[in-house]
């Protein structure tokens, strides 16, 4: 079955840097991979996601870029907000439909 | 729009009792809904995935005759935690899928439902 696999597991940057963070999949047949943003106590919120037929995607401050061909994708949120603080996951399904695989999360954490 | 709503946001219930948690789509009609569950610090674990009508689909580990799932109708599903004990203590997140526009849809997740078996 699918494999995420996320780094970094946690990630601490100033305020106004950028934060990357990396995922990679197992499964070729994937061809959905959406972001979600979770704070604490609270259920995930999809921020971002692209499909296998688009190389990149940027929504403002966020952006996501996918390789196929290597198996992985990125996060890139730039002109990072203390409110941008939270944990971050990356997944995969086959199909917007199909049920989602998550990687291990990201905990970002902004300093003012 | 696509709100889904879990309820109760959080409940205490002694070992041995059974516990059942619902999750709605408030906005939309949801023909699979997926429940995960999170320890903390963790990530999130797909238990099963309930369609409407059928039964649902768990996922290897996952105990069906413990974890009942009932999809009733397009706008609810539920999750009975069964004799529940300390260790099923745990964070259960749903999320439901719009299908209002066939296959394009992403997942909305509801706020999740903090159990704690004492």
């Not at chain 2, 709503?5 to 002694?14: D, G, M």
Request: glycine letters at 8%; hydrophobic letters at 35%.
């Amino acid at each position: 079955g699918e494999n995420v696999e996320q780094h970094p597991s946690t990630l601490s940057v100033q305020e106004g840097d950028s934060a990357v963070i990396k995922c990679t999949y197992s499964d070729s047949a994937s061809n959905y991979f959406p972001w979600y943003k979770q704070e604490l106590g609270k259920g995930p919120q999809l921020i971002i996601d692209i499909r296998s037929n688009v190389g990149e995607k940027k929504d403002q401050r966020i952006a996501v870029t996918l390789n196929k061909t290597a198996k992985h994708f990125s996060l890139h949120i730039t002109e990072t907000q203390p409110e941008d603080s939270a944990v971050y996951f990356c997944a995969a399904s086959i199909n917007q439909g199909g049920k989602l695989i998550f990687g291990q999360g990201t905990e970002l954490s902004v300093k003012p | 729009g696509a709100v889904v709503s879990q309820h109760p946001s959080w409940v205490i219930c002694k070992s041995g009792t059974s516990v059942k948690i619902e999750c709605r789509s408030l906005d939309f009609q949801a023909t699979t809904m997926f429940w995960y569950r999170q320890f903390p610090k963790q990530s999130l674990m797909l238990m099963a995935t309930s369609n409407e009508g059928s039964k649902a689909t768990y996922e290897q580990g996952v105990e069906k005759d413990k974890f009942l799932i009932n999809h009733a109708s397009l706008t609810l599903s539920t999750l009975t935690v069964t004799s529940a004990h300390p260790e099923d203590s745990s964070f259960y997140i749903c999320s439901a899928r719009w299908w209002g526009i066939g296959d394009n849809s992403p997942l909305h997740f509801g706020n999740g439902t903090r159990l704690t078996v004492t």
